[in-house]
Nanobody, 124 residues
């Protein structure tokens, strides 16, 4: 059974940092791409970043470039999202997702499996 479990969310002041973790199980980690998405109240799901394990490529939404960094520990089947210089507009539920084709992308419909999400709240 494929499982994705996010952790690391919380409340932080603007300018602060958080590191989100995504623990993956139930599939061959190296074959998949893992993406991070977020959804703020009243808004659609937005692609934040992804990492493709097939070629190690990464990409970021323009809104987080230079502030967020995605990384992966293949030995532990973990993907991380380091979030620095957080802004109130980063407040959202953050989800990790897995793409069985290994391509990734910032479109949510590329992904087959989703975690339950972790809340990130940035206060001004």
């Amino acid at each position: 059974e494929v499982q994705l479990v996010e952790s690391g969310g919380g409340l932080v002041q603007a300018g602060g940092s958080l590191r989100l973790s995504c623990a993956a199980s139930g599939f061959t980690f190296d074959d998949y791409a893992i993406g991070w998405f977020r959804q703020a109240p009243g808004k659609g799901r937005e692609g934040v970043s992804y990492i493709s394990h097939s070629d190690g490529s990464t990409n970021y939404a323009d809104s987080v470039k230079g502030r967020f960094t995605i990384s992966s520990d293949n030995d532990k089947n973990m993907v991380y999202l380091q979030m620095n210089s957080l802004k109130p507009q980063d407040t959202a539920v953050y989800y990790c997702a897995a793409d069985s084709y290994g391509l990734g992308g910032l479109g949510w419909n590329n992904y087959d499996y989703w975690g339950q999400g972790t809340q990130v709240t940035v206060s001004s």
